[in-house]
Each structure stands twice: as C-alpha cells, then as structure tokens.
C-alpha cells in the first residue's frame, strides 16, 4: 500500500528542546516536501526536495532544517523549538512533479 | 511564484453540481493546478490537477481557463459527504526547472453540502 509514515504523530515538548519528526515513503518518489497548516489556513511549505541531498526553502522555512540522505526519508528538524512552531505538519511525497502528491497524516507539535 | 485566491466558504444542495472557483491569475507556464480536499484535520486528499487542458476523473472535473489565470472544480453529483475543506493548490513543474516542487496552497473554501 502506498504510504507517507510521519512520527511522531502527537508531541508535546518544551522550548528549546531539539526534536525531529520523521517522515518516511514507500513509493520510491523524487519529490518530498514538508508542510504546517496553523487554524484556519490552508498548508504552507516548509521545505521541499526534488531527490537525494537535494533540498530547498519553501515558504517558511525559519527555525527549520532537512535533510535527504536517503530517496525515502525526508525529516524535519526543529533544533530550538519555539512555541511559534506550535503547529500541524504534513509530509508529502511524489513522483514527477506532474503526478498525484501523497499526504501523511500528519504531526500535530505543541511547544511550550 | 503563483498565489491562489478561493472563496472561504460556499454551500451546496445534495445531489447538485458543486462548482468551486479558484483564482491564480499569476501563475506561470510550468505550474501545475491541483485540487485537495480535507476533512478536519486529516491529510489532504487527492481530488485531481491539470497543467493546461481540462481534466476529468470519477471524482471531479476540472475547467482551466485559457489564459490559466482561474480554474474551477466541479463536483457533479455532491453528497454529504463531500462536505469539507477544499484546497487549490498551484505547484511548479518540469524535469529541470531549479524551483520545480515548490507548492502554494489557498485558504481553501469549505464546502458544505445541505440535504
């Protein structure tokens, strides 16, 4: 079954506190992207990868890291977590970029 | 890079065509229109996308202008349960383009269906 993994699926953790949620995706794709969805609007992208160690900012990129080591791993890493960051985040995948893009089900993240 | 504009809510009687507008006026000729939905806090749903000619799936229909500056979705036959939060998305495309996987999500526009 294709799948887009991300764990955790609920932290809640101080600020500061280094963390990384990772992001895992069965289907062998080029394109990853990370995503936060804050109350009322609609997912903006973080970061987003076109193959591996190939990375680049989307529209928010600040307080984040990535890295793609690996074609089917994509983590995201929050080094000084502030509670700004508290947030929805989704990891997507996909093949080329003309074809359907998979969401997991996202990582809700509470800093306090 | 492209923005999309969507209306933030619309209704539609159960059994009509719901027909969902969205606005991307700046886009440019690499960038691809998708269309997601969500329903509460899960994650986005494929409904379909196109790059210029109109597209069709057992899902939805999707009209793209000619000038591709406005796409609308249409949902033939809405049930209950196509009421959700529905997200154009405008995403670049090409092989080679440096930028190409950078995606701008709308607000999306919640779309209630009424029996």
């Known amino acids: 079954e294709a799948q887009v993994t991300q764990n955790p699926r609920y932290l809640i953790t101080v600020t500061g506190k280094k963390l990384t949620v990772t992001c895992s995706q069965n289907?062998?794709?080029?394109?990853m992207s990370w995503y936060r969805q804050d109350p009322g609007l609609g997912l903006r992208q973080i970061y987003y990868?076109?193959?591996?160690?190939?990375?680049d900012k989307g529209d928010v990129p600040e307080g984040y890291k990535v890295s793609r080591k690996e074609k089917r791993n994509f983590p995201l890493i929050l080094e000084s977590p502030s509670p700004n960051q508290t947030s929805l985040y989704f990891c997507?995948?996909?093949?080329?970029?003309?074809?359907?893009?998979?969401f997991g089900e996202g990582s809700w993240l509470t800093v306090v | 890079d492209a923005k999309t504009t969507q209306p933030p809510s619309m209704d539609c009687a159960e059994g009509r065509a719901a027909n969902l507008p969205c606005n991307h006026s700046?886009?440019?000729?690499?960038?691809?229109v998708y269309w997601y939905r969500q329903i509460h806090s899960q994650g986005p749903q494929y409904i379909i996308h196109?790059?210029?000619n109109n597209e069709t799936n057992e899902m939805a229909s999707l009209i793209i202008t000619e000038d591709r500056k406005s796409s609308t979705l249409i949902l033939p036959h809405a049930t209950l349960r196509d009421t959700a939060v529905y997200y154009c998305?405008?995403?670049?495309?090409?092989?080679?383009?440096?930028?190409?996987?950078?995606?701008?999500f709308g607000d999306g526009t919640t779309l209630t269906v009424k029996p």
């Open positions: 700046t886009i440019s000729g690499n960038e691809y």
């Open positions: 997507a995948s996909s093949g080329q970029t003309g074809n359907t893009i998979y």
């Open positions: 998305i405008v995403r670049v495309g090409g092989l080679y383009n440096t930028n190409a996987g950078k995606s701008t």
């Open positions: 990868s076109m193959n591996v160690e190939v990375t």
């Open positions: 289907m062998n794709h080029e394109y």
């Open positions: 196109g790059l210029k």
